[in-house]
């Protein structure tokens, strides 16, 4: 979604302030206008509105879910998103692998000296926009500026609170022999996105990142009864680290099929030019479901009913308890084991 | 994916597989020279694919691996330099000198940079005409191409703040030094095919002949590899030793002639040094007179770096196929890809990294049933 043109709606005159600047932080006027015009107009609520240090809010019984993460990307934008977008996506995301209905989140800003306010400006309308398509709201949040070179354009750290409104427990403890493994549709489309704008690589077409929230599919799985043992959503390291940590978690032997994982072939050119693993690349709008075996079937026909999860697949079964490990059956038929990344992913020479 | 997943194809291995256990009747031990090979090997489970009278032995082909400790210290040195934008391919970053890699480097507010080609290095330095800008020159005949018109271009354009560290090296001479080695176990060889779609295969003749070897240029993707496999047991189970090319789809004889005008140009024939193997003559590739100026080594005056391999590190043994890597008492546990001892350990294509991240589970039973 696009930002409102810039010098017609933004609210802070661009004339005079066509960048962000030092005052801006300084909790003087400047700042007290920056918070007015753009966070408070852009993100306006009643909770917001109070204008309080902290906010206050009634929270619907049940367990709560609770989670923060910092978004760090370069560049800000990218084919298929933005830094802001993607903060709310994977904020909403990280409460829906507890099955939580998303409802409030923060939102702090670290924005270094110097960018320009139209970039503020549209990356805070793309999180009014994410917010509102995700029917959460953004009650309070904090903004510093940083000398210019001190940061890399734009950080944005988020906390989001959800509530639990089932009574299953969605975690790696409860995964059990049997359980069918989904993934929610193809994978390396976020990361192969951004590695290509960073570093300027051209494909045949654009690759556009995955960037989704998955919270609404997830509250559909678990109307439907569907009993889910655990879900983790497929960010940095990708399925790989995933799958590991979960093996690690709950002390068992998942076993992936090779040629069940969808991989776009866009994504499967590129990360192969790159020497690089689909499995280890990022998403951000992608989640690996463990599901009980008996609910496998029907779990695939709600998942592949929704529009953000319709490439779905059933990719492997956790084998049993007899230690953590992640074995892959390679296009062959080999069994070889899936292991995390180690490190960053540095594209290799030939 | 078009051109790939056609030689992916499970049933068309099994097939292939079959073919080479009707036509093994004896022991063979065959070595892929290439590192990218060998990942493929492990990484698919090729080998599990073979009868167990066929030994793959993983080659010195993986230019990371080979490149000496000293010359990954001198980049070390170079990179620290705060003139300096230093440049190179991914994988070489992790590579551990003697005391740390360029990771670490970079870490500390070196200026490191990957780059996809050594075009864009060239192209650096021509933006920031107030730094020096250097690349990390690796590789077989396959990079060397790319190297040699960086520096071209780079004259071409009369840049004087780029540089490079060379350490190009060569398959043929490697190929010769393992089978003249007393010790050598090696019954054939699969040659790498993207060396030969560059250089072609007519150097290899002599060495078939020298030595009675069967040389079978060969491609990376699982039928390649297994294809490449079956041809080498027919020329070994009937006696004959050519050099056959199994990867006709992108190997001619001769190979691709500008490339090597523009590598013979730029480039001549040195001897090098390689990593856990030592010096072999005639192995690697020098910059000419010519370009001298665009020397790394040369022009930052470099301290002389001579440096001592990890004692514990069976590296050596390994890119020769004395050793597999989980033969070596270190493997997966003192030495990891986190805290590698060699740079087999680190390269995503070397034999001890491709064992570690996809068979750790095999050598650990074996220990326990011992």
Known sequence: MNAPDFSATCPLPIAQYPHVLMAHGGGGKLMHRLLEDVFGRAFRNPILDTRHDSAQFTVPPGRLAMTTDSYVVRPIFFPGGDIGSMAVH?????????????????????????????????VVCSMRDAAQKCSVQIITGDTKVVDKGKGDGLFINTAGLGVIEHAQVIAPQNVQPGD??????????????????????????????????????????????????????????????????????????????????????????????????????????RFVAFVAARDAAR????????????????????VDQSGSLVTLKSLLGASRILDMPSGEQLPRIC | MKFLDEYRDGDLAQKLAAEIHRVTTRPWTIMEVCGGQTHAIVKFGIDELL???????????????????????????????????FTSFGDMLRVPGSTTDLLAVKAKGGDVRIVYSPLDAVKLAAENPDREVVFFGVGFETTAPATAMAVYQAA??????????????????AIEALMSAPNCRVQAFLAAGHVCAVMGYEEYFPLAKKYQVPIVVTGFEPLDILHGILLTVL??????????????????????????????????????????IGEIPQSGLGLRETYAAFDAAKKFQLTDHRVEEPAECIAGLILQGLKKPHECPAFGTRCTPEHPFGATMVSSEGACAAYYRYRRHEPTERVVTQ
């Open chain 1, 90 to 122: 994977g904020t909403v995301n990280d409460l829906a692998m507890s099955g939580a209905r998303p409802l409030f989140l923060t939102s702090a800003f670290i924005i270094e000296e110097g960018l320009p306010m139209e970039t503020l400006w549209r």
């Open chain 1, 180 to 285: 069918a493994i989904f993934v929610s549709g193809d994978l390396g489309r976020h990361g192969m996105a951004i590695m290509a704008v960073r570093e300027g690589l051209q494909f045949e077409s654009t690759i556009e990142s995955d960037s989704a929230p998955v919270h609404e599919i997830v509250l559909q799985l678990l109307a439907a009864g569907i009993e889910i043992h655990c879900l983790r959503d497929l960010t940095r390291g990708g399925l790989a680290s995933a799958l590991n940590e979960i093996a690690e978690a709950a002390g068992v032997k998942i076993a992936v099929e090779q040629k069940a994982i969808p991989v776009r072939e866009d994504v499967h050119a590129a990360c192969e030019m790159l020497g690089l693993d689909p499995l280890h690349v990022a998403n951000e709008g």
């Open chain 1, 299 to 318: 779990a695939a026909e709600i998942l592949r009913s929704s529009a953000v999860a319709a490439g779905a697949a059933l990719i492997g079964r956790v």
């Open chain 2, 51 to 85: 009868p167990p009278k066929i030994t793959l032995i993983h080659g010195p082909g993986c230019p990371v691996c080979v490149t000496p400790l000293e010359v990954i210290d001198q980049a070390l040195e170079i990179a620290a330099r705060p003139e300096v934008i």
């Open chain 2, 156 to 173: 071409a354009k009369s840049l004087k703040n780029f540089s490079l560290l060379i350490s190009h090296v060569l398959v043929p001479p």
């Open chain 2, 235 to 276: 020329q070994l189970e009937s006696g004959r030793a050519e050099v056959e090319n199994q990867y006709v789809r992108a190997v001619s004889r001769a190979g691709n002639q500008p490339a090597q005008d523009l590598v013979r140009q730029v480039f001549q024939v040195v001897p090098r040094k390689w990593r856990g």
